[in-house]
């Protein structure tokens, strides 16, 4: 089987699924993920498969899906070793953002209509693999669109400052209590607020403002945000 496989992007992190919406799924495109056990001691590759958005499970792509996975079995994924040794390899898939104490190393593996993202966990001899799978026309079309940020406005409508797709928001209380949100591109005019228990919310960029003030928090750039535009944001305006 031919395929294009090369270390995860920065902009691509965002995109590897550790954060799931319905909706969101939908607009990316994201079909499912595979988590599997690459023993040293096992011979039997151990897998499950977990749909996200079931309708675009098509025979198409398990079969796509399927001749990936053996050709990557046939290859790097033939032992935690091998594997392990790719890694090494392609010291620029090295996750750094990892919570975990374990080794973590990302690539995206594209094979026409499906783009998969892979993540392998390394704890002692042992391996643990997640594998998501998209459509490669919807993810692309989202990654696009992404690029361009998240605006986060104040009250009046002026851009604050505008966030990276997957980038990291500090919200403080009035009692000076902090908690930390993931925010994911949904389209130009909404976002998905992820909390630490990765529960999902959907808000009109527009509307943001006022729910936080509504909540009383104050909303602050965890991760790095990209320059401001200083013009105002309307509802239906494009950025």
Same mark, same amino acid.
């Given at each position: ?13 965002? $995109? ?26 096992? %011979? ?14 098509? %025979? ?28 090494? $390899? ?24 499906? @783009? ?57 209380? %009035?009692?000076?209590?902090? @908690? ?32 936080? $003030? ?9 991760? %790095? ?15």
């Amino acid at each position: 089987m031919e395929m294009n496989i090369h270390s995860i992007l920065p902009e691509e992190i965002a $995109a590897m699924g550790g954060h799931s919406n319905r909706v969101l799924n939908e607009k990316t495109g994201c079909i499912g993920y595979l988590t599997a056990n690459l023993n040293a001691s096992a %011979p039997v590759f151990e897998s499950s498969w977990h749909d996200r958005t079931p309708r675009l499970n098509t %025979p198409e792509f398990t079969d796509d899906f399927n001749d990936m996975m053996d050709t990557l079995r046939q290859g790097i994924l033939k032992s935690p070793a091998e594997l392990r040794a790719y890694c090494a $390899a392609h010291p620029d898939s090295l996750l750094h953002d990892n919570p975990s104490a374990d080794t973590r190393h990302g690539f995206r593996i594209n094979t026409g209509r499906y @783009s998969y993202w892979m993540v392998c966990s390394f704890f002692s001899t042992d391996c643990r693999l997640w594998v998501n799978a998209f459509s490669f026309l919807s993810l692309d079309r989202y990654m696009r669109e992404a690029r361009n940020g998240i605006p986060i406005l104040d009250l009046q409508g002026h851009e604050r400052f505008r966030m990276p797709d997957g980038g990291k928001l500090k919200a403080v209380s %009035p009692n000076g209590r902090s @908690s930390f949100w993931t925010i994911r591109y949904l389209d130009t005019e909404q976002a998905v607020l992820f909390d630490e228990l990765r529960q999902s919310s959907i808000h009109a960029v527009q509307e943001l403002p006022e729910w936080a $003030a509504k909540n009383g928090l104050h909303l602050l750039p965890l991760d %790095p945000p990209m320059r401001a535009s200083q013009k105002p944001h309307r509802k239906g305006q494009e950025r």
